[in-house]
């Protein structure tokens, strides 16, 4: 409790200080700041899916004005006769400003990547459950209850958007704003299978693909594991293999042997 006490109130003071330092000034500076619509447009919804309810431009703007406090707080260092911490504060400004802009592009590929191991659950219930009389909305209803918690936002617009406007233009709208090459794929099948083609042996060859996104996960966890552990399983798996390989040894030695 005092831990997450603590964490409350250090991003309360984080929030505090950019309200009175960042803000009012950043405020100005989004003014001049000009974006392609395109880009524009997927900036905000990248900015939406992790969360942050502020707008491209104010994005970069914070990020300019952080950059620029680090750069007058530096100046005083040539003020009191140390010009060479000015000199580092001018690097780190810089180094803040592009780690603050790829703040987002982290977050979403970190959604990415959860939301890439979930598929194949994603594809297990649907091809459990579609039928001729399972609405596409109730599937996906029934697939966001057991998702990972970085999918939930991007299947909530999706079921919102299924009960609003046509399958197609919704599942359209979902794979451009995930932008994952796998959901796309996947996708691409659900927009088949509503125009009413056979998609049995699409989802058949999706599942294989999904047994090495599997795998992968599986290696994954083992990797992460402490090195004790990882050698313990690899230990396990090698003992396996032997008493598995052993008895066919044996019986291929006995079956020379006989031809001797």
Not at 75 to 80: G, P, Q, T, V
Not at 124 to 145: F, P, S, T
Not at 194 to 208: M, P
């Amino acid at each position: 409790k005092k831990a997450v006490k603590r964490l409350v109130n250090q991003k309360k003071l984080s929030d505090d200080l950019k309200e009175f330092f960042v803000d009012p000034i950043s405020k100005v500076i989004l003014k001049f700041i000009k974006m392609d619509r395109i880009a524009r447009e997927k900036k905000r919804k990248d900015l939406l899916r992790v969360g942050m309810d502020i707008t491209p431009e104010k994005y970069y703007a914070d990020a300019i004005v952080i950059s620029l406090w680090i750069l007058c707080l530096g100046a005083l260092f040539i003020l009191i006769g140390f010009p060479l911490f000015f000199a580092i504060s001018v690097i780190l400004s810089f180094a803040l400003f592009f780690n603050n802009i790829e703040v987002v592009n982290k977050k979403i590929n970190f959604i990415n990547q959860a939301i890439t191991r979930d598929l194949p659950k994603f594809v297990m219930i649907y091809d459990h459950a579609r039928g001729d009389n399972v609405q596409l909305v109730d599937i996906i209803e029934k697939y966001r209850q057991a998702a990972c918690e970085e999918f939930q936002y991007d299947l909530d617009l999706l079921i919102v958007d299924l009960k609003t406007s046509s399958e197609e233009a919704a599942l359209i709208s979902f794979s451009e704003r995930t932008n994952i090459q796998e959901l796309s794929n996947f996708v691409n099948i659900l927009l088949g299978s509503i125009k009413g083609d056979d998609v049995s042996t699409a989802i058949k060859l999706t599942e294989r693909e999904m047994e090495v996104i599997r795998r992968e996960e599986k290696n994954r966890k083992i990797l992460a594991l402490p090195d004790k552990v990882r050698m313990a399983i690899v230990a396990t798996g090698v003992m396996a293999a032997i008493v598995a390989v052993t008895p066919i040894i044996m019986d291929t030695v006995k079956g020379i042997s006989m031809f001797k």
